[in-house]
């Protein structure tokens, strides 16, 4: 019997339990997929598979070029976006060249900051059985309250920080109200709701960075004033390091504590939980499912907002009309980063470094070896296809299936 | 066919659900396994149809070692199994659904139905089964889906019959229909094996009895032997199977209803002018055929479902149209009708599903956050007391039996102080020894001096906990009787006839 050599078992042991493991054979996966992708689309690599049977040498030739090719872009997704070795080694033998060796984590970190924040806030309203699309248009109308506050009131930094972060939740909070207060009064679907509601914040976004009001002075186009200084988030390590990663870093980290003490141990969470796993259970035990549904809007809004609003002061600075729009729109990435971290800070945490790190990584890949950056996409997509069918990966790595801790699908389909 | 099982054990992880059963089925037999829920019945049956892989053990087959792959090949030797759920296409006529899998074809792949109808007809002659190969089976009654069901598997020359929970679904009357089914085909040689939980019809059918317990055989039994007999073996201790009671002079009103009207989900009336008081230290006992608007009327109560007219009052405050929330706090406990809707969260755990309905309340959570040891030493506490089986409280109340879970919502509607306890079906798929103990249960409280609403379509269950029995028909009260009148009387009532009132 299989199931009873110790080979087996102790592999069994090792893969058998945790979402985690599925998840990472589903990166692994993806990354074959993406490797597939290179090989088919680069050049060299086609032309020496197509000089297969020229001579006794191609095989060989096409299997070195085709890993040659592959590996490379992979290191250089690694070292774009982790670190390299060599420059870390070098930095450490002569503490010379530190803010090189730190850059590639620097800059995925900082990518990853909003993204958390963004995705949390979907997270939290996934566990309570709600499909918040409009996470982008939360973060837009968090970014656009914070650059009203960052750029025409003027205080001293311990002020004015604090002032624009929460002029950031309150355009999330009320970004996300309108289609929190349609749900629970007239019972609209929150996914139509959410999803047309970005366009408008689209446009509020336009139509903003043309007024008077925020507009930079003299400028023709949608670029706003840049914010104040004391509204900004200043770099973790300075300015004079050179690293990009900011203080919002230290916003992402207490947002995570705050939604798993949230989603864990407080008794608002538990009533968001009972209701996304039971409606019906939820009613019945006397929570009140209108005053939910509001709140969860307005947890998950102002979260967004809050996404957005770190992006501005910590990244940006300066608001334009290319904010969070199309590959910058983390609040859409939010909902799949959500989902890949199963809903949960934690995961949702490791999820964000895993699309950050792709992203970065990528763009250095396509600035080294000429492979796009859309590649970072693929593969992106391909490991949330994969963990969306744990199935799938399961039975391609022979994983055991345990009926105690059998998946559970991280939605449950549109929630009404 | 002639079934032996050896030493068959099969394993869930760490969880042993079947250790080391011995068991033969002769033909021409109809063997009763018979066993609580959770006993691992379903799980044996499994292995049997090869749908599970046994661990350990062996299988044979008129005394050959067999081992089936899975189902088909199980089907393709002789085996026809009749599931709990059948597994019918509701829209497709009787014919369509027999030959579903193996369908005679004419020229073009097209369906014969001519030859399939012939089929259907012959094996129908052969064992007296009467079904209309051509009507749509979702159009039919339950028990007539069940025939097709021993149709399907006959016409596949199945020579061993499982029967898994066969009567659950059926009418007194289809029960009657089923079993001299089972005794003509045993009469013609076929080999039954016939899963149950239900003490009368072992005793009214089997040949054999076999006798399982968390997970292992305890025994055999004889259809001669009492129904107290086999329920103390099933349960392993001796079982009450009659609810002892002393009378109590019940005290003021705890529960009125006024003249209540409410409407179904259709927007008609369910309930239509219904009054009825409980009172301290009662119960009373709402009987009636399903769909009769009783749970229209719980769910009234419970302040989930609006109220057109009436009032509804507990203790003398005015509960009519509140939310469940303030029907909870005015100090009503509700035990719903479909436990896993409406009473659990089957994906949290245990201790999370027992403080449902008080996560708010001190010592669960102070300040907005919530006390997580309190929340557990109250799921200690009440698994203790109420004698839920499960492996920890940290556990997914979805791993847990049907009866178990009814424990989990009994325990917690009870756990905190109530004036009404309001129960629908308390005891539906329950076995012999958590019905024992969920009786017990509400006549405790009723000592206890809670006025208690109990809504059962099992007359048994009626007679035996009512103080007072009201019987609903077509939304109305058509009387309210004595515990000592009889079955018939109440069946008229049941069907809308007039009777006196014995109790005035």
Redesign the interface.
């Known amino acids: 019997m299989p199931e009873s050599s110790p080979r087996r078992s102790i592999w069994a042991r090792v893969t058998g339990q945790s979402p985690f493991v599925v998840t990472l054979f589903a990166l692994v996966l993806g990354l074959v997929f993406g490797a597939i992708v290179i090989v088919t689309t680069t050049a060299p690599v086609l032309d020496a598979w197509r000089g297969f049977f020229t001579s006794w040498g191609a095989p060989g030739h096409a299997i070195k070029v085709t890993a040659d090719n592959v590996g490379a872009a992979y290191r250089i997704m690694f070292t774009g976006s982790v670190f390299s070795p060599a420059t870390l080694w070098h930095a450490i033998t002569t503490g010379q060249g530190w803010s090189n060796a730190l850059t590639p984590i620097s800059e995925t970190l900082t990518y990853a900051t909003p993204l958390t924040i963004a995705s949390i806030g979907v997270g939290i309203a996934f566990q309570t059985g709600i499909f918040n699309i409009g996470a982008n248009g939360q973060a837009m109308m968090g970014g656009i309250a914070g650059a009203y506050v960052g750029t025409l009131i003027h205080l001293p930094t311990v002020l004015h920080l604090p002032f624009t972060l929460l002029a950031g939740i309150a355009g999330g909070v009320l970004a996300g109200s309108v289609p929190g207060l349609l749900k629970a009064y007239t019972g609209a679907h929150e996914v139509i709701v959410t999803l047309m509601f970005n366009y408008v914040v689209s446009a509020i976004l336009l139509y903003t960075l043309l007024s008077t009001a925020l507009q930079a002075p003299g400028q023709q186009n949608d670029i706003a004033r840049t914010l104040d200084p004391s509204a900004q988030l200043a770099p973790l390590f300075g300015t004079a390091s050179g690293l990009r990663v900011n203080y919002g870093l230290v916003i992402a980290a207490v947002v995570v504590l705050f939604a798993w003490w949230f989603l864990e141990r407080s008794s608002l969470g538990f009533d968001f939980r009972v209701t996304g796993a039971n409606p019906q259970a939820a009613r019945a035990s006397g929570i009140n499912a209108k005053a939910v549904i509001i709140l969860v809007f307005a947890i998950s809004g102002g979260l967004a907002g809050l996404a957005g609003v770190t992006e501005l002061a910590g990244f940006y600075k300066t608001l334009d009309g290319g904010f969070l729009v199309g590959n910058a729109g983390i609040g859409f990435t939010a909902i799949t980063v959500s989902l890949l971290g199963r809903n949960k800070p934690i995961g949702i945490v490791w999820a964000s470094l895993l699309f950050a790190a792709l992203g970065v990584g990528g763009r250095a890949m396509q600035a080294a070896t000429g492979i796009p950056l859309d590649l970072a996409t693929v593969i992106q997509s391909a490991v949330v296809l994969f963990v969306a069918t744990p199935v799938l990966v399961k039975e391609i790595f022979r994983l055991r299936t345990s009926p105690t801790t059998a998946l559970q699908l991280a939605t449950k389909g549109w929630g009404s | 066919m002639r079934l032996e099982l050896r030493g068959i054990t099969k394993r869930?992880?760490t969880f042993t659900a079947n250790h080391r059963i011995d068991l033969t089925v002769e033909p021409g037999q109809i063997h009763c396994l018979l066993g609580e829920n959770g006993a691992g019945k379903s799980t044996l049956m499994n292995v049997i149809f090869g749908l599970l892989q046994p661990?350990e053990g062996e299988m044979l087959i008129d005394g050959v070692v067999t081992r089936f792959a899975d189902s088909g090949e199980a089907v393709r030797r002789g085996i026809g199994m009749v599931h709990q759920h059948f597994m019918l296409v509701p829209v497709f006529s009787v014919a369509e659904n027999v030959v579903l899998g193996f369908e005679p074809t004419k020229s073009f792949d097209r369906l014969d139905h001519q030859r399939a109808r012939e089929e259907i007809r012959s094996v129908s002659q052969t064992f007296n089964l009467e079904v209309d190969p051509d009507a749509i089976v979702e159009e039919l009654p339950v028990g007539l889906q069940q025939r097709v069901e021993i149709l399907k598997a006959l016409s596949h020359d199945a020579e061993l019959l499982i029967l898994d929970e066969p009567t659950a679904v059926l009418t007194p009357q289809e029960i009657d229909a089923l079993m001299a089914i089972m005794r003509s085909l045993a009469a013609s040689g076929k080999s039954i094996l016939f899963i149950t939980h239900k003490l009368k019809e072992v005793k009214a059918i089997a040949d054999v009895i076999t006798v399982i317990r968390q997970g292992e055989v305890v025994g055999t039994a004889q259809a001669s032997d009492s129904e107290a007999e086999l329920a103390s073996m099933m349960v392993g201790r001796d079982v009450n199977l009659t609810v002892d009671k002393v009378t109590v002079s019940p005290g003021e009103a705890v529960l009125t209803i006024t003249d209540l009207v409410v409407r179904d989900d259709r927007g008609l009336p369910a309930v239509d002018g219904v009054s009825l008081t409980v009172r301290a230290g009662e119960i009373v006992a709402l009987a009636g055929v399903q769909g009769n608007g009783q749970t229209e009327l719980v769910e009234a109560i419970?302040g989930?479902r609006h109220v057109e007219s009436g009032t509804i009052t507990v203790r003398g405050v005015d509960i009519t149209n509140r939310?469940?929330?303030?029907?909870?706090?005015a100090g009503v406990g509700?035990v719903?009708e479909d436990r896993q809707?409406?009473?659990?969260?089957?994906?949290?755990s245990v201790a999370?599903n027992l403080v449902?309905?008080t996560?708010?309340r001190a010592p669960f959570?102070r300040h907005?956050?919530?006390n997580?040891a309190a929340v557990k030493s109250n799921a200690e506490a009440l698994v203790t007391r109420f004698d839920i089986r499960t492996t920890s409280t940290q556990a997914l109340v979805s791993?847990l039996s049907g009866g178990n879970q009814q424990k989990v919502i009994v325990a917690r509607e009870l756990s905190r102080p109530l004036s009404l306890f309001l129960a629908s079906q308390p005891t539906r798929g329950l076995d012999v020894g958590s019905i024992e103990y969920v009786h017990r249960q509400i006549v405790r409280q009723r000592d206890d001096g809670i006025g208690v609403l109990i809504v059962s379509s099992e007359l048994d269950e009626v007679l035996a906990l009512g103080d007072r029995i009201a019987v609903m028909h077509t939304g109305r009260i058509s009387g309210v009787v004595d515990p000592s009148t009889s079955r018939e009387t109440i069946g008229l009532l049941m069907t809308g006839a007039h009777v006196e009132p014995a109790d005035a």
């Open positions: 869930f992880g661990d419970a989930m939310t469940p929330r303030e029907v909870l706090d509700h719903p809707l409406h009473g659990l969260v089957l994906s949290m999370d449902l309905n996560p708010r959570a907005g956050s919530r997580l791993s």
